[in-house]
């Protein structure tokens, strides 16, 4: 089972990014998935979710409106479009999901909000 998130880097406030996960070992069409987000010294906070067949998606209040999760179950990846970027959106970003019980997160990817 494996998690590989790409797509972080610098940008500007108000810019935008899209993350990508690709996914592997596991049947993703019949797994829902998360992004994630964890800024230096906090915890990790719960960034969108989306369900299985991608209907059924939920985000947090704090990037409601500004940010968007899909997915390709065709392709086997999920993916979160970030516009208006703030600079409080800098962390590591993660996709994950649960396999036969167990969490399973990526690696992460950095994303940086600055002039």
């Known amino acids: 089972v494996q998690l590989v998130e790409s797509g972080g880097g610098l940008v500007q406030p108000g810019g935008s990014l899209r993350l990508s996960c690709a996914a592997s070992g596991f049947t993703f069409s019949r797994t829902g998935m998360s992004w994630y987000r964890q800024a230096p010294g906090a915890e990790r906070e719960l960034v969108a979710t989306?369900?299985?067949?991608?209907?059924?998606?939920n985000y947090a209040d704090s990037v409601k409106g500004r940010f968007t999760i899909s997915r390709d179950n065709a392709k086997n990846t999920v993916s979160l479009q970030m516009n208006r970027l703030k600079p409080e959106d800098t962390a590591v970003y993660y996709c994950s999901t649960w396999v036969a019980g167990a969490i399973v997160r990526g690696q992460g990817t950095q994303v940086t909000v600055s002039s």
């Open positions: 989306i369900s299985s067949g991608g209907g059924g998606r």
